[in-house]
């Protein structure tokens, strides 16, 4: 069973910055795919990043390509998102998800594991 913390989450302007983490705890880290998702009020949940279980492939829906950066620390058992130039359209809480494949997926259903999420708010 592997247990997903994340921290991180807060309050900013348009324009800034934040870095979301994504403790893993339980389980092997590595062997599994991890991915940030995210929900806004009255909104479905939507993909935002993934990083493979090896680290070596990425990807990232079309608003967050050139803002967002995902990366892994297998040292740390820990996945980050680091978010430039965030907008009100940020806005959301954010979710880390494990999925027991190192194949990645853009599907919230592929995903086994999930963590409480953590709130990003932009306020323009």
């Known amino acids: 069973q592997v247990h997903l913390v994340e921290s991180g989450g807060g309050s900013v302007q348009a324009g800034e910055s934040l870095r979301l983490s994504c403790r893993a705890f339980?389980?092997?880290?590595?062997?599994?795919?991890l991915a940030w998702f995210r929900q806004a009020p009255g909104k479905e949940r939507e993909f935002v990043a993934v990083i493979s279980g090896s680290g070596s492939w990425t990807d990232y829906t079309p608003s967050a390509k050139g803002r967002f950066a995902i990366s892994s620390d297998n040292t740390k058992r820990t996945m980050y998102l680091q978010m430039n130039s965030l907008s009100s359209d940020d806005t959301a809480v954010y979710y880390c998800?494990?999925?027991?494949?190192?194949?990645?997926?853009?599907?919230?259903?592929?995903?086994?594991?999930w963590g409480q999420g953590t709130q990003v708010t932009v306020s323009s």
């Open positions: 339980g389980g092997t880290f590595g062997a599994y795919s």
């Open positions: 998800a494990g999925r027991k494949s190192l194949a990645a997926s853009r599907a919230p259903s592929a995903y086994d594991y």
